[in-house]
């Protein structure tokens, strides 16, 4: 089945950057949707980033547009989000998720496939 992998959390002061990745093993459609959610303290999961490998389009949740970029190395079947000008707000689990289909990972957050998660703290 379908494994992710995340890594890049840590601790950065407001303003810092961050860059996450997920290793994705097992893919088994030739497009895919892939994506970050996270996940605050008593807050409901919400998506920051996706992108369709079918069409390349992306998609970003309003409050991180112009300061997370998210991207893929196809090579290496891995998944990236760059996070500059980190707010106290971004602090959260961040998980990577992956889905065949974008309305269920992106519209519907209920996609197929999920990471254990990285945790982001800024402060």
């Known amino acids: 089945h379908v494994q992710l992998v995340e890594s890049g959390g840590g601790s950065v002061q407001t303003g810092g950057s961050l860059r996450l990745s997920c290793a994705a093993s097992r893919l088994t459609y030739s497009n895919n949707c892939l994506g970050w959610f996270r996940q605050a303290p008593g807050e409901e999961r919400e998506g920051v980033a996706a992108?369709?490998?079918?069409?390349?389009?992306?998609y970003y949740a309003d409050s991180v547009k112009g300061r997370f970029t998210i991207s893929q190395d196809d090579a290496n079947d891995t998944l990236y989000l760059q996070m500059n000008d980190l707010k106290p707000e971004d602090t959260a689990m961040y998980y990577c998720a992956a889905d065949s289909s974008v309305l269920r990972l992106w519209v519907g957050k209920s996609p197929s496939y999920w990471g254990q998660g990285t945790q982001v703290t800024v402060s």
């Open positions: 992108i369709y490998t079918g069409d390349s389009g992306v």
